[in-house]
């Protein structure tokens, strides 16, 4: 879908965002929350997005026990932290141009 592609920059920009929160974040969690920004998202299509933000070094997961089932847990790593910063400037910039 062509405005996915369009919007993949903030979906990534959203899950640096929340891995960068000191409890991270996990899959579903992310949908609900992407959901509730009116990005519907499939797992299908997230978790490869992150599988990918790992094998990047920008999130590290952890696997946490949750109710007797294996809950991965991501956070941000420094390079990851790095990105974040980075895509918030451009945001930053973008946002202050294309709203006026
Ligand atoms: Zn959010």
């Known amino acids: 879908m062509y405005q996915r592609t369009l919007?993949?920059?903030?979906?990534?920009?959203?899950?640096?965002?929340?891995?960068s929160?000191?409890?991270?974040?996990y899959g579903s969690?992310?949908?609900e929350e992407l959901k509730g920004h009116g990005y519907g998202m499939s797992p299908g299509t997230l978790y490869p997005i992150l599988?990918?933000?790992e094998k990047d070094g920008a999130l590290?997961?952890?696997e946490?026990?949750?109710g007797g089932k294996i809950r991965k847990v991501y956070?941000?790593?420094e390079k990851g932290e790095e990105l974040l910063e980075m895509m918030k400037?451009?945001?930053?910039?973008?946002?202050?141009?294309?709203l006026d």
């Open 51 to 53: 599988h990918r933000l």
């Open 29 to 31: 969690w992310m949908i």
């Open 89 to 98: 400037r451009y945001i930053r910039e973008l946002a202050r141009e294309v």
């Open 21 to 25: 929160q000191p409890d991270g974040m």
């Open 7 to 19: 919007l993949m920059g903030f979906i990534r920009a959203h899950i640096l965002h929340h891995a």
């Open 75 to 77: 956070r941000t790593t």
């Open 60 to 62: 590290k997961a952890e």
């Open 64 to 66: 946490v026990l949750v």
